[in-house]
């Protein structure tokens, strides 16, 4: 694909087939996003390649101990939660992605299993944990820097033919997806991709979501306009 293509054409994948992907593949993808821009070129990125057994085991782990009621133990920190156009934007997806999957408001269970399928990685075969190293803890350009590589890497993947979805409720349980995924100590988890081929007929994903627009956006300064 051209650059416009992916950027244009990429979605987040909700609903997955049950083929596997080649490793080597996966590798392909990392590699490419790896050229992502890094603060003073410290590459503070690390990933974890979940899939099979020790998946299913996160998956069960996760899954288990949210039915139980047990606090999440994220390791980035999360902030407060949205308010204003933030929050309008958030509960403007859910109400697209709802939509979609036809789960009505006052549908618990429906809304219960949608919740679920993200602590199970939405199912996918595969699951990318993106990790960064300890000793950069509560640096501001850490984050950043993960933030690029995980974007490099979803658009990285879309190009190859694969989805992903980049989320949170897979690594909220971090116990679990540290003994699981087999995560050093001195790596803190950061964020989640589900990836792998997409499911045409899942759907949610068909829902686009709506962006603002480059006025709503942007400033432009010095340009005599």
Known sequence: ?????????????RGYKPDPVPRKLIEEIIELAMRAPSSMNTQPWNFYVVTGEPLDRIRAGNTERNLAGIPHSREFRTGGAFEGKHRDRQVGVAK?????????RDDKAGRQDWVLRGFR?????VCVIITYDRVLDGSDDTPFDCGAVTTALVNAAWSRGL????NSQGI????V?????????????????????PDDSFPANAVVSERKSVEEATVFVGFGD
């Open 1 to 13: 694909m051209k650059y416009d293509e992916v950027i244009k054409g990429r979605r987040s994948i």
């Open 96 to 104: 697209q992605l709802f939509g979609a999957m036809g789960i009505e």
């Open 121 to 125: 990685q939405f199912d996918a075969p």
């Open 163 to 166: 989805g992903c979805v980049i």
């Open 177 to 197: 997806v540290r003994e699981h995924a087999g995560i050093a100590e001195d790596q803190v988890i950061m964020k989640a991709v589900a990836l792998g081929w």
């Open 172 to 175: 909220m349980q971090s116990p």
